[in-house]
């Protein structure tokens, strides 16, 4: 495996500068946004398309630092109900695979998507439980006049281009657990896989782990992000928290820096599960943790995971 970062958490430096961080911090793999939710601070695709000297230059710009570039990241809804904002996304994310093409990158992540209740809508509509019964309704509408159209079409167009396409589950789109995610890969195709992220699936009360066994061969790149549940407040309020995520103190959960949510046991865990399955890409470090500045977070992501690495290199068996 390679350990790399996302570098949306260094959005305010140029790339240059960025990639000189990850190249600092002995990390080997970088993934870079390119539109969506996550901005396009570091790279236009547009723009980088419209000039193949700007192909050429960001490429040697990675390579000549002894990095690679695990995927490109246009986090998006391009299922919007809102006709501009899916436009958008849409537009975001097929310039992404086109960029990821010309720059020879195979793997391109982004969110499922969540439409609204009708064609009407002008907001998405997440389907959290299946009474009353409207809202079983809407789920079926929502995926079948939506969902498997749309990511047929998108299958086909990344075919087109050599470029596979990693869904993030998270709460909040249609793919938001494993049974969702394999199921769009059923009904759409197999070039549509998971990008693995923990942190989402451990405030829901997933295994990762279990979970990783049931995804195998989908999981096409993985997040090292971390969750930290608080007892008290799921016990009074359960894991379905709207408060703000700067609200530590009263939230059920937050995110945090990986080691600061689960301890090093689990994080090997799922890194020797990971190896169990045959993956060998990229994990990549995501930093949302409110508590500790972007630095903080990152040095800590990253030396704690080269811990685990270096010694599972050295023969220690987390699984034996």
């Keep these: 495996m390679k350990l790399g970062v996302f570098a949306v958490l260094y959005g305010e430096k140029t ?59 246009c986090h998006g809804n391009p299922l919007h109900p809102n006709a501009a904002i899916a436009a958008e996304h849409h537009e975001d994310f097929q310039n992404t695979v086109r960029l990821a093409e010309a720059l020879g990158v ?3 992540i982004t969110f499922s998507g969540c439409p609204g209740d009708s064609d009407t809508s002008q907001s998405p509509s997440w389907v ?13 509408w929502q995926w079948s006049q939506k969902t498997i159209p749309y990511w047929r079409e998108q299958s086909a167009f990344c075919r087109q281009h050599g470029v596979r396409v990693a869904i993030e589950a998270h709460p909040g789109f249609v793919v938001y657990n494993t049974e969702t995610a394999l199921r769009l890969r059923q009904e759409t195709g197999d070039n549509i896989g998971v990008n693995f992220d923990p942190s989402h699936l451990f405030w829901q009360g997933m295994d990762p782990e279990e979970c990783i066994k049931k995804l195998g061969k989908s999981i096409y790149h993985v997040h090292a992000k ?15 928290d709207v408060k703000p995520y ?12 990986i080691g600061y949510g689960n301890d090093m046991n689990v994080w090997k865990g799922i890194i020797s599960t ?21 630095d903080e977070g990152f040095k800590k992501a990253a030396d704690f995971l080269k811990g685990i690495i270096i010694g599972e290199q050295a023969g220690e068996m987390w699984w034996a």
């Design 15 to 73: 790339l240059e500068s960025a990639l000189d961080l990850v190249q600092k911090a002995g990390l080997q793999t970088v993934e870079i946004g390119t539109g969506g939710y996550v901005g396009k601070a570091h790279i236009s695709p547009s723009e980088v398309l419209r000039d193949a000297g700007k192909i050429a230059d960001l490429k040697q710009m990675v390579e000549q630092r002894g990095l690679s570039i695990s995927a490109l990241s």
């Design 246 to 257: 700067s609200n530590e103190l009263e939230r059920s959960w937050i995110f945090r820096t």
């Design 226 to 240: 971390d969750t930290r549940i608080d007892a008290r407040n799921t016990s009074l309020n359960g894991v379905l």
């Design 106 to 108: 195979e793997t391109v």
């Design 274 to 294: 990971l190896r169990k399955v045959g993956y060998d890409g990229a994990i990549s470090i995501e930093h949302e943790d409110s508590l500790m500045s972007t």
């Design 128 to 140: 959290t439980c299946p009474w009353p019964p409207d809202f079983l309704q809407v789920l079926d």
